[in-house]
Nanobody, 130 residues
Framework: QVQLAESGGGLVQTGGSLRLSCAAS????????MGWYRQAPGKKREFVAA???????VYAESMKGRFTISRDNAKNQMYLQMNSLKPEDTAVYYC????????????????????????WGQGTQVTVSS
């Protein structure tokens, strides 16, 4: 199982930006899908964004236009560029990876499987002050 480590979190003001990184222990070229989730105190874990090895992406509605997911296979890293941050974005952000997904899987199924069966990092704290 791939080992993941998030970094890049911190404290920013409303409207600011952060770039989160997720380093994998091995080649991410063999991982079908990687993504980001977040969890705020007292709330359930929330899907943020995901990306397949083929470059397809999906974002949660509240993140569209503000967050961008990307990956660098040469560095075995995945990124989440977060712009126009809001206090509501305050949470611990986690990266996840799933090596294999079924042929013809919908995004809903992929997101569910990634959350349920994927590998996880320890998370990085993002705090947005008002």
């Amino acid at each position: 199982q791939v080992q993941l480590a998030e970094s890049g979190g911190g404290l920013v003001q409303t409207g600011g930006s952060l770039r989160l990184s997720c380093a994998a222990s091995g080649s991410i070229s063999v991982i079908d899908v990687m993504g980001w989730y977040r969890q705020a105190p007292g709330k359930k874990r929330e899907f943020v964004a995901a990306m397949t090895s083929g470059g397809s992406t999906v974002y949660a509605e509240s993140m569209k236009g503000r967050f961008t997911i990307s990956r660098d296979n040469a560095k075995n890293q995945m990124y989440l560029q977060m712009n126009s941050l809001k206090p509501e974005d305050t949470a611990v952000y986690y990266c996840a990876a799933l090596k294999n997904i079924g042929v013809g899987s919908s995004w809903n199924a992929v997101i569910h499987d990634l959350s349920d069966a994927g590998s996880w990092g320890q998370g990085t704290q993002v705090t947005v002050s008002s």
